[in-house]
C-alpha cells in the first residue's frame, strides 16, 4: 500500500511528465513554423531572383554576388535552426524517457522502440527522422542560389 507522500510524488511526477510531453510538442510546432517562413522567403527569393534573371544578369558582378550570399547565408541559417530544435527535442525525449522509468507505461520508449523496426527492410537501416529528410531542404535551397549564380557570372 502507498502513503500520501508516495501518492503525493507520483502524481508530481505525472505532472512533470505531461509538462515535460507538453514541451517537447511546443518545440516541434515551433519547428513547423519556423519551416513554413524559411520555405516561403526562399520560394519567394528564388522565384524573384528567377524572374530578374536577365536584370540580375546585366548586373555587376557584386550584385548577384550579393544576393547569392544572402540565399546561401539564409539557407545556412535555416539549417542551423532545424539542428537546434532537433537537439532541443533530443535532450527534452531525454528526460521524458528518464521520466517514463518511473512510469507503468512508456509511451515514447516503446514508440521509438517500433520505429527501429523499419517496416522497409533492406532498403534502409532504420526508421529515417524526419530532421534527416527536413535538413536537406536548406542545402538544395542553397545549391540553387549558388547555380543561379554561376548562371548570372558565366552569361
Known sequence: MTGPSETN????VLELYKLAVEMADRVSARRGTANAFFLSVQTTFVGLIGFGF?????SPWWAPTAVALAGVTLSATWWLQLRSYRDLNTAKFKGINKI????PVKIFADEWEELKKDPITGWRKRYAELGDSERAVPVVFAAAHLLLL??????
Open 54 to 58: 536577365p536584370k540580375l544578369a546585366s
Open 100 to 103: 517514463e522509468e518511473s512510469l
Open 9 to 12: 510524488r507520483r502524481t508530481e
Open 150 to 155: 554561376a548562371g548570372t557570372l558565366t552569361t
